[in-house]
């Protein structure tokens, strides 16, 4: 018997990329409760993923606590961090154990745990600037978020490697212009809490392959 997460997870991939058509405008008005609802749920304003960390483990999680209206924390919602197409980022094919990735549909996907939240370690190539990867809870948006990635050059091996951490040293030394790119902990400058979670991603590289269609 199939458990009610894993149903949960094959509905969403069932519904196709069409599905998020509907998140033109976001983030969404809560809803009844027992649904996921915006204003009381919580993430950070940036996603930082890496490229091919081993176990799928990367330097900074993502995580996404889903409440309803009433501040309930809601178990087993499909959570999903769907990414524009052609906007500058590619998704990897290795990913952490539970944390789905839907190529062609472009998105990563994730169920809430016990205490309603959603941890990723996503594994991605690029960097948005602006905040256009929706995070969607079941079919609500709760809101848009930046992406930025360790993995900034795109190799062969979709992993942190020596490319990426020329472009990373130059943004670390010469400090202007500022590359908020690789500004992982958004402070406005390119420091050493930024060093350390390069060197982290850095060091755990393993070879994977981003993929093949779609994002």
Do not use: E
């Not at 190539?125 to 990635?149: M, Q």
């Not at 400058?189 to 060197?199: E, H, K």
């Amino acid at each position: 018997m199939p458990s009610l997460r894993l149903m949960l997870v094959c509905a969403v991939l069932l519904l196709g990329s069409s599905f998020f058509s509907a998140f033109a405008q976001c983030p969404d008005p809560c809803g009844p409760p027992g649904s996921p609802c915006p204003t009381t749920s919580t993430f950070p304003n940036i996603l930082i993923g890496g490229g091919s960390c081993a176990g799928g483990i990367t330097a900074v999680p993502f995580a996404v606590h889903v409440r309803d209206v009433g501040g309930a924390s809601l178990v087993n919602v499909p959570v999903m961090l769907q990414f524009p197409a052609g906007a500058g980022t590619h998704g990897n094919q290795l990913q952490a154990p539970g944390q789905v990735v839907d190529c062609p549909g472009l998105r990563l996907i994730r169920p809430t745990n016990v205490d309603g939240v959603a941890v990723f370690y996503a594994q991605f190539f690029g960097c948005l600037n602006t905040p256009d990867v929706n995070v969607i809870a079941g079919s609500v948006c709760l809101g848009r978020v930046r992406a930025r990635s360790t993995d900034s050059r795109q190799t062969p091996n979709a992993i942190v490697d020596l490319p990426d951490f020329t472009a990373f040293s130059n943004a670390f030394l010469i400090k202007v212009p500022y590359q908020p790119c690789f500004d992982y902990n958004d402070n406005g400058t390119v420091d050493l809490p930024d060093l350390v979670i390069f060197a982290h991603d850095f060091n755990a590289s393993t070879p994977s392959a981003y993929c093949s269609s779609g994002w």
